[in-house]
């Protein structure tokens, strides 16, 4: 599980949603959950390029060992990148493999244009040409490079973005959520563990109570937050205030208000990053300021 900013922020773009467009609320939440799996599917989507890469790299050295007129290469090729640790757990991974059989459109084709061309840009560069010539096999430099190709290739490869987003439009919204569950999964492989366990976006019931809490309270309390909103804001009109910010802002009134067990800074921080994700480049310095007067106003701990 990454923790629950993630599903905050599920709640705070269906928040944003239903002030758009107001639907019943059994919709609104059953489209929440949804868009959540899909986050699921994305990862799986992310992980399964890897092992492609892996699979293109083992498809294209039987075929240079085919080839009539072969090199020295061809004939003993340099395998360390399809001996990469921690693809082979990746591969292997008994989740992975059994959700893409259920959901096979997350598979890749190895002759997917988009798939070719980074494993082209990869073998290019000068990061996989030095990881190639390192002798031995050590786990943690597998681990450190593939972490690295994955930052460089996939997670900041506007291509990669462009690609994922065409073919699921929600995707656009929940890149940084997967990349960043791909990456957790990269880091916490062991050595001499199986790789059994993917990461859930919503890990138990608890979880699913907590955002189905979360949405509900805000939409029902909104007048109420707005309110309070407005009460502390100085020579500014609530009117003005962007719908981006009032949304997070009436959301984390509503934890505040609603989960008393949560230190109030646990949750001022964690809106304060969703408005760096959501929100304008000063949004979370004037949402900083308006929880943290709403918490010492109620000697909110």
């Not at 798939?115 to 050590?138: C, N, P």
């Not at 949405?215 to 937050?225: A, G, K, M, S, V």
């Not at 802002?249 to 505040?256: C, M, P, S």
Request: proline share 2%.
């Amino acid at each position: 599980m990454l923790g629950r900013r993630q599903i905050r922020e599920k709640v705070v773009e269906s928040v944003y949603s239903y002030c758009q467009n107001p639907i019943k609320f059994d919709v609104l939440e059953k489209n929440m959950f949804s868009s959540i799996e899909k986050i699921y599917h994305l990862y799986i989507y992310e992980l399964n390029f890897l092992v492609a890469l892996k699979d293109l790299a083992e498809n294209q050295i039987e075929i240079s060992k085919n080839k009539y007129l072969k090199t020295d290469s061809d004939i003993n090729p340099n395998q360390k990148f399809i001996s990469n640790q921690i693809l082979k757990k990746l591969e292997e991974n008994p989740e992975r493999l059994f959700f893409s059989g259920q959901h096979k459109d997350l598979k890749w084709d190895l002759h997917d244009d988009l798939l070719v061309k980074t494993f082209q840009r990869i073998t290019a560069g000068k990061r996989y040409q030095d990881f190639m010539k390192e002798d031995g096999y050590s786990f943690e430099e597998d681990q450190k490079f593939i972490g690295k190709l994955f930052l460089r290739y996939i997670a900041e490869n506007d291509d990669f973005h462009g690609y994922v987003e065409d073919r699921e439009l929600t995707w656009s919204d929940d890149l940084h959520i997967a990349n960043s569950m791909v990456q957790k999964t990269i880091g916490f492989l062991k050595e001499n563990d199986e790789s059994k366990t993917l990461i859930k976006m919503i890990k138990d019931e608890e979880d699913k109570h907590f955002a189905s809490k979360l949405i509900r309270e805000t939409l029902n309390d909104w007048e109420n937050n707005e309110k309070k909103l407005s009460e502390r804001l100085e020579n500014w009109d609530l009117e003005r205030i962007a719908l981006m910010d009032k949304v997070i802002l009436a959301t984390a009134i509503t934890e505040l208000d609603k989960f008393p067990l949560t230190p109030s800074r646990v949750i001022i921080n964690e809106y304060i990053e969703i408005a760096k994700v959501f929100a304008t480049d000063r949004s979370n310095i004037f949402i900083n300021g308006i929880l943290d007067k709403y918490c010492k106003d109620l000697n909110r701990n």
